[in-house]
């Protein structure tokens, strides 16, 4: 036998396990070096599985429980070799359309069992493939905060605020209210409109109008924040900082700053004391009274951000009664009702059909966007919220607020009809962070009978997802005009895209049946398998409408819900 064998060759007596130690070795040798092996490694555990899957669903025969190792000798000679392979490929062609299928879920949830593989899937990780960022800090409260921005550092492009949002180098503005911002260093800042500061680094930082007070912990010292005449350096203490058209001054309120003026030398500045350095007047530092109530420190503003939370909640609750009431509702989960202890969602449409009520699987509670409302949590593979909803309909609109953690799926789920028959939609976001809408526009095909009508449009949107919105509470929104024949996405009440259906694939009557919220189908006998696409995440509030509503309405929605 020849002591190096090719890669189909240990493939084939891997898979009938007739690798010995030196085969073995050779196998994670080639998949280690050459990228073709790992690749033919990989069409060949896609191939092999599918098949498997295949042939699950055949009824069993005599012949088709002989095990492969009672009918091929383990030293199998090069026509034997041949035979097999050309076997086998023949079985994988008539297999084409199943593996095509089921080639995405086979990649992204099988694990193969064998040492070699995951040796392969180790080494075919590079560094290039991890995925990094270049935030420095991360907004953690906003409290009755007015134009909210920050610009990047190279001034060209600009985006609002919101909380738990990681943030860049770049310049943060603020005309009113208070924005505490946390460096990655540990420093933590207020910031106090009106403000302007520029974020350099995770430990530097440099004001351009406006007043902050930072806390620095020991861990965090260093920090630095510069303005045009002073230079003020952190030992792990407390301090404001000021900076108007009177010129920069630093209150030190615990510890004490390193403080450089120019080219002078550092000084060191203790608690209690108040320099400024006055524009326009020599180079010098005068002492000021203290003024510790002019700069809100952490504790202040979490006392503000419990007021303005209640105040918020509250407006929302006068929206969402309001909203109860619009008869373009089909189903309204407004999650707003005590869910601990309950395993059904009440469906909140005015007046209420107890019909539309949904069945609670897995999921549990959490808290929703404000500390008194409560959420569902969906995370593992059969959390989802069983809704049956009858009827037909023409446009549809579809509103939520989600906190997704990770798109861990393909397809990850927000409002999917079970079967997807003719007129059903499906909402649903992929693992690219685009946002998928489609209505089956086809019947489906049974054993006597094809299936007739045109393929569905898939209506994407761009890609809004990065890792960095982790956490944060989103709006997300799709309107299926039926009277314009348009599809419209929506992110926090902004038109993500428009996108224009077909004549022959507009689909007049929509219809939703039985549908699961967070999830996809369900298993109807005892050994059928489900499609795993569950959200990784919250969703806070659900509305349905029979209509296609405006961007005004979409817009006053995320006003009136916004945290």
């Known amino acids: 036998m020849s002591s190096s064998k090719t890669i189909e060759e240990l493939l084939l007596a891997s898979e009938e396990g007739t690798l010995n130690s030196a085969d073995r070795e050779q ?4 998949l280690r070096r050459d ?106 409260q906003l409290v009755n905060a007015r134009d909210a921005v920050i610009r990047d550092a190279s001034g060209t492009n600009s985006k609002s605020l919101s909380v738990n949002s990681a943030l860049n180098p770049g310049s943060v503005r603020l005309e009113s209210g208070w924005a505490q911002i946390e460096f990655l260093n540990g420093a933590t800042v207020v910031l106090h409109g009106p403000a302007e500061m520029e974020l350099v680094s995770a430990a530097e930082a440099i004001m351009h109008r406006g007043r902050i007070r930072a806390e620095v912990p020991p861990a965090a010292r260093g920090f630095v924040v510069r303005t045009n005449d002073m230079k003020v350096v952190d030992l792990g203490t407390e301090f404001g900082l000021e900076v108007s058209e009177e010129g920069s001054n630093v209150q030190v309120f615990d510890g004490e700053v390193e403080l450089q003026v120019d080219e002078d030398q550092p000084q060191l500045v203790g608690a209690g004391k108040s320099l400024q350095r006055r524009s326009g007047v020599g180079i010098g530092l005068i002492d000021l009274p203290m003024t510790p109530e002019r700069f809100v420190d952490a504790a202040e503003l979490q006392r503000l951000a419990e007021t303005q939370e209640n105040q918020r909640y509250q407006q929302w609750r006068e929206a969402s009664e309001s909203l109860r009431n619009d008869p373009r509702l089909i189903a309204y989960f407004a999650m707003d009702s005590p869910l601990k202890g309950q395993r059904f969602l009440s469906n909140d449409t005015v007046p209420r059909n107890a019909d539309l009520d949904g069945a609670i699987v897995g999921a549990t509670v959490t808290k929703g966007r404000w500390d008194a409302k409560p959420a569902l949590q969906f995370k593992r593979p059969g959390d989802r919220v ?27 789920s927000l409002f999917l009809t079970d079967s997807y028959q003719l007129g059903e939609p499906h909402w649903q976001i992929l693992d690219t962070g685009e946002i998928h809408f489609s209505v089956r526009a086809s019947t489906e095909a049974s054993e006597d009978q094809p299936s007739v009508g045109p393929p569905h449009h898939v209506a994407l949107s761009p890609s809004f997802w990065n890792p960095s919105l982790s956490g944060q509470w989103l709006h ?27 004549d022959h694939q507009l689909v007049r009557t929509t219809r939703i049946g039985m549908a699961s919220i967070g999830n996809w189908s369900t298993p109807l006998e005892p050994d059928e398998h489900f499609a795993i696409r569950n959200l990784n995440g919250s969703m806070d509030e659900l509305a349905i409408f029979a209509a296609a509503l405006s961007p005004t309405e979409i817009k006053e929605m995320v006003e009136h819900g916004k945290p």
């Open 386 to 412: 069983r809704v049956n909803v009858p009827g037909e309909f023409g446009s549809l609109t579809m509103a939520t607020w989600v906190r997704i953690d990770s798109l861990d799926r393909w397809y990850n």
């Open 27 to 30: 196998l994670n040798e080639l």
């Open 476 to 502: 997300l929104a799709v309107v299926y005009d039926v009277e314009n024949a348009t599809t419209t996405h929506y992110l926090n009440g902004d038109v993500l895209s428009v996108d224009r259906i077909p």
């Open 35 to 140: 990228p073709d092996a790992r690749a033919k490694f990989a069409r060949w555990q896609m191939m092999t599985i599918s098949l498997q899957e295949g042939a699950s669903k055949l009824p069993k025969t005599e012949s088709s429980s002989v095990h492969a190792e009672s009918i091929v000798p383990a030293e199998a000679n090069q026509s034997v070799w041949s035979e097999r392979q050309i076997y086998r490929w023949v079985i994988a062609s008539a297999a084409a359309l199943l593996i095509a299928v089921t080639f995405r879920w086979v990649q992204l949830e099988t694990r193969p069992s064998a040492p070699v593989a995951e040796t392969a899937a180790t080494n075919t990780r590079t560094s290039a493939s991890e995925p990094t960022s270049s935030g420095v800090a991360v907004v953690t």
